[in-house]
């Protein structure tokens, strides 16, 4: 994949976090966002995005990470696991629709970056050729014999 362009250094720490915060290891499938590298798949999604969405992917990284400073007291890449994602689905719960908002651009990010590696695609039963795990044709079942 390219160069990383948006999630280095800082920015990509607490996007780190946030990953890690969305799919924490040993949740439903065991593996969690810390146990890949994320970055270039998100990096690649996001650089997809409409230049005026993409300038506001750091600043919304900014603002988790402060945000949890003035709202907790400690900075976001600071906090424990269950204090990180005790944080964001608050973000998913709030009656403010920017943070509600956010949390859903994220976990989007974040979970098409994991599911678009083939391993994890198959924990929920798909593969990238199209096929849903369970409604394969005659002929994908005999080639998965082989």
Known sequence: MA??????????????AVMNAIIPRGGAYGPGAADYDLFPR???????????????????????????????????????DDEAIAYLEGFEESRLYFRRTIALMFKM??????????????LIGYDHLGHVGAKKGKRARERAKR
């Open 109 to 122: 990010i974040t979970m098409l970056a994991f599911y678009d590696i083939d391993e994890n695609a198959a």
């Open 42 to 80: 998100a990096d690649a999604y996001v650089r997809a995005f409409n230049p005026l969405v993409r300038m506001g992917f750091p600043i919304l990284l900014l603002y988790i990470e402060y945000g949890s400073l003035v709202r907790t007291g400690t900075r976001f890449t600071r906090m424990g």
């Open 3 to 16: 160069e990383l362009k948006l999630f280095t250094g800082k920015k990509g720490a607490i996007l780190a």
